[in-house]
């Protein structure tokens, strides 16, 4: 089992392995988000989006960018930790950051062949399902754990 540390990997330095890597039996599966509170409901995701491939990557939202989509008072742990946490989920291959308001430039440049979002999204709305459908690849929205939320365990949080 590889250490955490060599899971944490550039986003230029993953476009390199995973070229050299792939082969027509080696998916890579991607999705991408803040992971600001890792819970339940995020580990479920993660699993299941595992399962569509041989290789998981997550692509987190840096720090300036988690803050722009959820307003100053985000993310709640900064970019190293969430990464150090992500990296240590034994169904996360590789985990690498975006500093852009979505992933699309990111994802033209890893080429995953599965490409994954949460429940709330509709294929055809994810960020670089055209990209990943044009290359064959699969688009793919994924169920939730209900009662499971960053944003509902935040509330809890404020409110006891």
């Not at 970019?79 to 034994?90: N, S, T």
Request: aromatic fraction near 4%.
């Amino acid at each position: 089992m590889r250490s955490r540390k060599s899971k944490i990997i550039s986003p230029e330095s993953l476009a390199r392995k995973l070229a050299r890597r792939r082969t027509k039996s080696d998916k890579v599966v991607f999705t991408n988000g803040c992971f600001d509170l890792i819970h339940k409901g995020h580990v479920s995701y993660l699993e299941a989006a595992r399962r569509l491939g041989e290789t998981l990557v997550v692509a987190l939202n840096t720090d300036a960018s988690v803050r722009r989509s959820k307003g100053p008072a985000r993310p709640l742990n900064p970019l190293a930790d969430r990464l150090e946490v992500m990296a240590a989920l034994e169904a996360v291959d590789y985990v690498t950051w975006f500093s852009a308001d979505t992933p699309l430039a990111l994802i033209q440049k890893l080429n995953p062949d599965v490409l994954v979002k949460g429940g709330d999204w509709k294929p055809d709305q994810i960020v670089g399902s055209e990209h990943v459908l044009a290359r064959g690849g699969l688009v793919k929205s994924l169920s939730f754990v209900q009662g499971r939320s960053t944003t509902g365990l935040i509330r809890r949080a404020r409110n006891s």
